[in-house]
């Protein structure tokens, strides 16, 4: 056997990351055939019909023209205070909760899922979330010993499947006593699923029926990582509302990102904000996340939390950069339409697309299909249950072609 | 009894960063009493005489003339690669080990000590400090339970205590079979002190001793966040060739800081650069290192890793960087010099003091002698054992008169 330093849970296969590596092959099928003939689906940002990443100007020329000591300071291990006032203005808009909210900065939405599932779950406990995932909560879960159970994100009909998440959400709790369910809306990665405000009523009447045990300590993480890019106006935020006098046993935690919204990926920051009834459970969640702030990363990236204030503070910035977001916004949605077309045409079947960045196609053997459509310099990623197609990533012309190759290939290999 | 709802480890005291709350008070102060009449010597980061933070214009000029998007889009997870291959010849300068290294970026230095205590000890186990330590070090251990055990870094000669340090080593290696020993030097944050080449050697041949049993793991993180600030020219790098040729159950993990070198302290990069004389011990470094990186913030901040390359590929700005950090390690040593010369004068006792940001004077109550020199309009902060001057911090002219001010109140309260 292998001789290991590193300790038994912290042993993890050489697994380098896919999205990478088929991005990388996406470009050099670029460099051979043209940008025009290669569809490149590979990577979660929004670019242009040119193929350039979207960098928001009114973002960039914050950055650019603060002083230097704004960027270089350290920031507060929290977050700067005014960035932890701004933050659940941001991410609530209208539809702030009536309850005890605390903000705590983390880098991107992963530090607070991270923190969400590290610090709410014991060693061995399952977290739930739907069987069309963002991969890294698993990462999550595995790197601190916890397991992932999902549940079918939708039934027959191609809506929520309430049933499934029922019936995960009360075996596991009702063996763990406690549960985090991390629901990914609206905009999910990879469906571009939302869930409806009904379902969100569905989803909160579940909890507080569970909530009737006062043993029971329910933690609903909502990770609203894309929710500037979902839905008109503020009409996707609606839910954001219901969190109000819920039961002091039902915690939510958005995990909100600044990465799409603000256009600042590589920027690495986001918050972990708290919704409770409870000002103890309030505040308990605040010093929770601050220990586990300075035990992983310290302090987070002042300079896109100054971003932010400055933007907020300033009504006529604000307009600029509220304009700036609802014009990619848009192009999205054209985007997006396209591809709904084109593969309603092509008899090509996907999960109900609403928002976002991604659109699903469910297939038996995703791997299989993405090294096929390779070969046509259709560049795709593959999941477990399917492939994801990133509509960020692909002008609406190609979008609108795209589905008739994928539908050829899927005919061809099944 | 309180009702939680985070689970039992992640219940933490409501305790705010104590180093912030003095400096608040410090500012407090500043603005009643005169910046002249005050002396700040809270914050860990670099000052001019003004009272301004020292940001190097090579690197403020870098990041505003960078292209958005190389800002804006994501960064790999383990790290740019340029950055990766360019970190270790910064780290290492002309020092660099015979040896299979591989590197993973991080945020500042904290994430790779994160990484270091995390993913080399078994839960339970504990960690091998030195008494004057920096606190962060108990925040990793606890937040993922595990323990702390300090040697004395002194000997009534004031010199590395050798014989504490092989007791504690020997004593925790016989126990857990495995150890992480983290060695913040040179340029120790709180104390100043820099292990000597030979004093390397002396820890250097323990470790050999004990890597005799080879069911021995020694891992030896070397903090050196200050390298820059440390010695004339590069002999303060010179300890990095001694770990060429190890036995392979012995790991160096250098704890790599853009903070201060690059005055980046916000923008939170850094990387852990292992050192091992095993390939495959290095792979499972950098691969047990990617995972908690995917699992914990996901990827660095892309514009900190464009910023060093982009230095480092150009020689005039390499010469321009360095003249630059040289000037400002030149201010330091002045201030040291005056402080070190002052506290002779007053009589004061002070820890050896060789390189870095700080200087430590011991203490018996320090928070009883750090709230009575708040009196004074002196701001210091209190550690277990004596007080911390920030030198960084505090102009030469203050630096000269502080000390008498701490000696006439150590004088009156102990």
Not at 267 to 287: K, P, T
């Amino acid at each position: 056997m292998a001789f290991n330093m590193v300790a038994g849970h912290a042993k993890w296969p050489k697994v380098n990351d896919a999205i990478f590596g088929l991005a990388a092959k996406a470009k050099e099928a670029i460099d051979k055939y043209g940008k025009e003939n290669v569809i490149d689906s590979t990577l979660g940002a929004l670019v242009d019909d040119k193929g350039d990443l979207i960098c928001l100007n009114t973002v960039y020329q914050e950055l650019k023209s603060m002083p230097d000591a704004a960027i270089a300071a350290y920031a507060q291990v929290a977050g700067q205070p005014d960035f932890l006032e701004t933050v659940p203005n941001i991410c609530f808009g209208k539809y702030r909760p009536d309850a005890h909210i605390r903000a705590v900065a983390t880098p991107g939405g992963t530090g607070s899922v991270r923190h969400s599932i590290y610090n709410y779950t014991e060693p061995g406990d399952s977290i739930l979330i739907s069987d069309w995932f963002w991969s890294p909560y698993i990462t999550i879960s595995e790197e601190y010993g916890r397991k992932a159970t999902t549940f079918e994100l939708f039934n027959s009909k191609n809506e929520f499947n309430m049933e499934s998440f029922k019936e995960k959400f009360e075996e596991l709790l009702n063996k763990q006593k406690r549960l985090v369910t991390i629901l990914n809306t609206p905009a999910n990665n990879p469906t571009g699923y939302s869930l409806s405000d009904e379902e969100w009523d569905e989803v909160l009447n579940l909890a507080k029926e569970n909530a009737k045990d006062p043993e029971n300590r329910i933690i609903i993480v909502v990770d609203c990582a894309y929710i500037d890019y979902a839905g008109i106006g503020d009409e996707r935020r609606k839910f954001f509302a219901k969190f109000s006098g819920l039961p002091k046993n039902i915690l939510i935690i958005a995990a909100f990102s600044m990465s799409k919204g603000y256009t600042m990926y590589g920027m690495r920051s986001g918050a972990a904000i708290c919704i409770s009834s409870d000002e103890e459970i309030a505040e308990e969640f605040y010093y929770s996340c601050l220990h586990s702030n300075r035990a992983n990363w310290s302090n987070g990236t002042r300079a896109a939390m100054e971003i932010m204030t400055r933007i907020a503070k300033d009504p006529e910035k604000t307009k600029a950069y509220e304009a700036e977001v609802k014009e990619a916004k848009m192009m999205l949605r054209k985007r997006a339409d396209a591809f709904v077309k084109g593969a309603k045409e092509a008899g090509l079947e996907i999960l109900p697309y609403r928002d976002g960045f991604f659109v699903s196609i469910p297939c038996k053997d995703a791997k299989k299909a993405s090294d096929e459509l390779i070969k046509e310099n259709l560049f795709v990623v593959a999941l477990k249950k399917g492939l994801r197609f990133a509509v960020c990533a692909v002008s609406e012309e190609k979008c609108k072609t795209a589905p008739a190759i994928i539908k050829k290939v899927l005919d061809r290999i099944e």
